[in-house]
């Protein structure tokens, strides 16, 4: 299943485009879930360092367990994170013939964590390409209320907006924006473990809080870019750690092709 492609319409394909973001059912299978969801869950578990209290921790703390790069940490997982039929999707959605690996991460909301503020991925990257996408798949069942992403419907056409890292301050200053600019918001109901969106690396977006008095909210993202992207010169401390741990150090400049960026799709 993970090599078979998903079908995707030319109606889906326009949606995405115009507004940065589209939800898809049944990118993998319950098959799939079942097998590999213990996996995930496991090496999550493994390689979690978050140890303080919920109430210890600060807004970016209490988003999350955020638990990232397990493909290169577990040969199993490796194989969900490497698969074609996720890259597939994203090259056709983006429009390009392949997409790269940039990093994959377990995103744990547990039982009352807080909200995931208001934010552009793309802050974080150092790469000369919009076309960027990540995928968004619960590997349980969830609710609105257990933190759904939220998004600004094709807020992805305005870029950068603001160079603010994930915290109080983004939440403040994209609410304003999104309210000013009168986007529409846009968040499921519900979604199936298996389920998923993609959203481009410019779309605001956000997560509500987990209110599940005992389920974690467990996802799994993978994050893509177009083949043929250059690196940048970091414009913020965090693009510069991107460039050294997700772009093996490589030079502004230089294609990004390093080991840690394989072509998937």
Do not use: C
């Not at 983004?170 to 600019?181: G, K, L, Q």
């Amino acid at each position: 299943m993970l090599d078979a492609s998903y079908p995707l319409s030319d109606a889906q394909i326009s949606d995405f485009r115009q507004n940065g973001h589209l939800l898809l059912r049944g990118v993998a299978t319950p098959e799939t879930i079942a097998e590999y969801q213990p996996l995930i869950h496991a090496a999550s578990a493994r390689f979690n360092t978050e140890q303080r209290a919920m109430a210890d921790r600060d807004t970016y703390g209490k988003a999350f367990l955020q638990i990232m790069n397990l493909w290169r940490r577990d040969g199993r997982v490796a194989e969900f994170v490497l698969a074609k039929r996720f890259a597939g999707i994203a090259a056709r959605l983006l429009g390009v013939e392949r997409v790269r690996l940039y990093h994959d991460q377990a995103l744990y909301k547990e039982p009352g964590g807080g909200i995931t503020p208001w934010h552009q991925d793309q802050y974080y990257w150092p790469l000369d390409t919009t076309d960027t996408i990540t995928m968004w798949m619960p590997l349980v069942d969830i609710t609105r209320d257990m933190g759904m992403l939220d998004f600004a419907s094709g807020s992805q056409a305005d870029g950068s907006i603001t160079n603010t890292a994930i915290s109080d301050d983004s939440e403040r200053v994209f609410e304003d924006y999104v309210r000013e600019r009168g986007y529409r918001m846009t968040a499921q109901s519900a979604m199936r473990a298996g389920d998923a969106t993609f959203h481009q690396g410019w779309t605001i977006h956000r997560a509500g809080a987990n209110a599940s008095p005992e389920t974690t909210r467990e996802v799994m993202t993978v994050i893509y870019f177009a083949d043929g992207a250059r690196v940048t010169e970091p414009e913020n401390e965090h693009q510069e750690n991107d460039r050294q741990t997700w772009l093996a150090g490589m030079a502004a400049g230089e294609p990004a092709v390093s080991e840690l960026n394989p072509v998937l799709g």
